[in-house]
């Protein structure tokens, strides 16, 4: 009786082998699908928050030199950089940890730089290093990516 099992068994494994094979390979592939599907929009996501970063952070560049160069009070007002810096730090919670770090550390310094930003150098140095450096990680992000 359980030699019969096993022939049975046998017998409908081979029977219905391509059937088998099939489901397999259709399960395998509908998995590699949505992960790639994933993927494919994780790096979209990480693409276009870097693109907007990258802009954005050209806009507070030119709150800074109109702040600092100019006098500017209309164009170089701090207010305009603080919506620039918010931006960029919402946008940095859809990008790498070494960006949403470097995007912290420019809110910090523009918390605390940006009063003096009109008549003093080391403010603007320090501004400008922390820009620079998000910049610098937002492009080795975008590198990255597959």
């Known amino acids: ?14 029977r219905y082998s391509v059937a088998l094979i099939s489901m397999v390979l259709a399960l395998t592939s509908l998995g ?52 620039v810096v918010l931006s960029l730090l919402d946008l940095s919670m859809t990008m790498p940890d070494s960006v949403k770090k470097a995007a912290k550390r420019l809110h910090a310094t523009w918390t605390a730089d940006s009063a003096q930003l009109d008549d003093s150098e080391t403010s603007l140095e320090q501004i400008n290093s922390a820009i620079d450096q998000l910049r610098h990680e937002i492009l080795l992000a975008l590198e990255a990516l597959e």
């Open 1 to 14: 009786m359980h030699k019969q099992r096993i022939q049975s068994i046998r017998d409908q494994l081979s």
């Open 32 to 83: 590699y699908n949505t992960w790639r599907n994933e993927k494919t929009e994780a790096n979209r996501n990480i693409r276009v928050a870097g693109i907007e970063m990258i802009l954005a952070m050209g806009k507070l560049h030119e709150v800074v030199f109109f702040s600092h160069y100019d006098d500017n009070d209309q164009l170089g007002d701090v207010k305009r950089g603080w919506v």
